[in-house]
């Protein structure tokens, strides 16, 4: 299904879309105070970037170094070039420490390889533990935003959900009594666990340590509860040096939720006694997407959710109707990469606004590539009938000036003098939600000469 059919879905509850918008502009502004009192946000950003452009251009390298030192840590590591290793790797994992009953902190990778049914399927149990996880885990649902899973929900559908899943009262969905039953139920999973399994904010090349940042400490919770801790990274999560922390934890928590520092940046460096540690290294097509100069910068992103909060059609068609792991505008740029044919229409989910670029932490070119995309969509995919014909002939009027002075002329009259129905007739998808402007009098170029002979 193409992003605007699926985004119609989501639109048919206005009151919700409404809400759900200025649900995530409120986190916007709380980014905005929060960068802004920040001296030096933008040198920040900038270094960022800067450290991210140069661990991608020497990530063999990296890969490598962080490897030996994890291997030194007393860390076993493996490498998959693809979902279905990962998965396979995984379950190779809990099938030597006979582990049946797995938590599993927030990672977008394990939903990007579709672990949890992998798992399942094989007779694992796998509880999300991140609470907009488990919502959306117990609604069968794909998470909806990266940091805020469960943000097309009301706490009101949770409350139902949880009826139904967890035995709760009806409580007119209060969020503390709701968080409180969820606590109890996560505290069982927890016990219970044979394995946990994370994923990675940053990974340290020169300590062979990781970061695993949550803002409720359900990793820490899991890791240090189960005997077998697997952590799951994807190859662009390296950062070189363990000072360079200091720049990502700062951006990460102001840029996603306007937070000084996400509340449990755990550091996970060697398996403590007793215990195992594992690392799976996993590419999934980041490699090709390394390859393509255009687009290479999208794999700087740190999943801070920003170019999410920002964008206007994200907050108004919501994160399901990209149809992608990632969604929003990030997404669109790293989805078309994966399969072209699939995302063929995510590129054009975007009003090219630019306000993507502007907030994020690692000064991804978002839009730019957003752009590119759709350059080479165009090129390499059928498009349809009506687009490619209005959009040839919107080309030759927009490259005669002669001609685009009469088409102008028929549309300011038309605009002025024909009634409704006939301007947001079928054909207007523009019209099916709003009004076009009544058409001025005269052109611009009317105006401006008709403005200089007078002063003259
Ligand atoms: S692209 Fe930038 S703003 Fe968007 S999630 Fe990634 S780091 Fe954040």
């Given at each position: 299904m193409s992003h605007s059919k699926a985004a119609t879905i989501f639109n048919k509850d206005e009151k919700k879309v409404n809400w759900h918008d200025k649900a995530l502009w409120f986190v916007r502004h709380k980014r905005d105070k929060s960068a802004h009192s920040v001296k030096g946000w933008e040198e920040l950003r900038n270094l960022g970037h800067g450290i991210k452009a140069h661990t991608l251009s020497n990530l063999d390298t990296y890969l490598i170094q962080f490897e030996e030192n994890a291997i030194k840590n007393g860390v076993q590591v493996h490498w998959a070039a693809d979902a279905d290793e990962h998965n396979k790797i995984v379950q190779s994992i809990l099938k030597a420490h006979n582990a049946k009953k797995v938590v599993k902190s927030k990672s977008m990778l394990t939903e990007e390889c579709h672990l949890n049914p992998f798992l399942e399927a094989n007779d694992i149990e796998v509880i999300d533990t991140d609470l907009g996880e488990r919502i959306v885990q117990l609604a069968k649902e794909p998470p909806s935003h990266i940091v805020l899973p469960a943000i097309h929900k009301k706490k009101e559908e949770v409350d139902v959900l949880f009826q139904e899943h967890l035995g709760t009262k009806p409580c007119d969905g209060d969020p503390q009594y709701l968080t409180g039953e969820a606590r109890k139920h996560l505290r069982e999973k927890f016990i219970q666990a044979d394995a946990a399994i994370t994923g990675v904010n940053f990974a340290v090349a020169d300590t062979g340590g990781f970061v695993v940042c949550t803002n409720e400490g359900n990793a820490d919770m899991g890791v240090h509860l189960a005997p077998v801790h697997i952590a799951c990274m994807g190859i662009e999560k390296l950062i070189p040096k363990q000072e360079h922390l200091g720049v990502f934890l700062r951006l990460l928590g102001r840029s996603a939720t306007g937070q000084h520092i996400t509340t449990y940046s755990s550091h996970f460096k060697k398996p403590r006694n007793g215990a195992k540690m594992h690392i799976v290294i996993v590419d999934n097509g980041r490699t090709e997407q390394l390859s393509r100069p255009d687009f290479r910068a999208s794999l700087h992103c740190i999943r801070c959710g920003a170019c999410m909060n920002t964008c206007p059609i994200y907050r108004r068609s919501g994160g399901h109707s990209y149809d992608s792991t990632i969604p929003g505008p990030i997404g669109?740029?790293?989805?078309?990469?994966?399969?072209?044919?699939?995302?063929?229409?995510?590129?054009?989910?975007?009003?090219?606004?630019?306000?993507?670029?502007?907030?994020?932490?690692?000064?991804?070119?978002?839009?730019?590539?957003?752009?590119?995309?759709?350059?080479?969509?165009?090129?390499?995919?059928?498009?349809?009938?009506?687009?490619?014909?209005?959009?040839?002939?919107?080309?030759?009027?927009?490259?005669?000036?002669?001609?685009?002075?009469?088409?102008?002329?028929?549309?300011?009259?038309?605009?002025?003098?024909?009634p409704k129905g006939m301007i947001n007739s079928k054909p207007n998808v523009w019209g099916k939600a709003r009004d076009l402007p009544l058409g001025p009098k005269e052109s611009f170029e009317d105006w401006y000469k008709k403005r200089n002979k007078d002063e003259q």
């Open positions: 669109s740029i790293l989805s078309p990469g994966k399969d072209l044919k699939k995302h063929s229409t995510l590129p054009f989910a975007s009003t090219l606004c630019g306000s993507c670029s502007d907030v994020c932490p690692v000064k991804i070119d978002i839009h730019t590539q957003l752009y590119k995309w759709r350059q080479i969509i165009t090129k390499e995919t059928p498009q349809p009938f009506i687009k490619k014909t209005s959009m040839k002939m919107m080309g030759n009027i927009f490259s005669k000036p002669s001609q685009f002075d009469k088409v102008g002329k028929v549309a300011r009259w038309s605009l002025r003098n024909l």
